[in-house]
Nanobody, 119 residues
Framework: QGQLDESGGGLVQPGGSLTLSCVASGIIFKIYNVAWYRQAPGQPRERVAV??????????HYSDSVAGRFSISRDNAKNTVSLQMNSLKPEDTGVYYC??????????WGQGTQVTVSS
């Protein structure tokens, strides 16, 4: 059974930076597409960045709301995916979740880490 553990959330001022990390266990990490989602209070969960598996050549996509400010990367040797977040805005506030998906039966989520952007 796969498990994902996020870390790196916290409180940051507008314009600041944070790096989130997610470590996977119990899965063959390199064959999974991996993504970061976020959910603000009262809002649906939104995918902000995804990085493909080896078969997809690590293709990366960002939501329009974070493109140019966030950067996703993965290290298959360490079973980790990271999200570098720069120029943070108050609207980036939310709980950030790591997701690893192979198919509908192999779809794993972390417990989430809170990011708060406020002065």
């Amino acid at each position: 059974q796969g498990q994902l553990d996020e870390s790196g959330g916290g409180l940051v001022q507008p314009g600041g930076s944070l790096t989130l990390s997610c470590v996977a266990s119990g899965i063959i990490f390199k064959i999974y597409n991996v993504a970061w989602y976020r959910q603000a209070p009262g809002q649906p969960r939104e995918r902000v960045a995804v990085i493909g598996n080896d078969a997809n050549e690590g293709t990366i996509h960002y939501s329009d709301s974070v493109a140019g400010r966030f950067s996703i990367s993965r290290d298959n040797a360490k079973n980790t995916v990271s999200l570098q977040m720069n120029s943070l805005k108050p609207e980036d506030t939310g709980v950030y979740y790591c997701n690893a998906r192979l198919n509908t039966q192999r779809d794993y989520w972390g417990q989430g880490t809170q990011v708060t952007v406020s002065s």
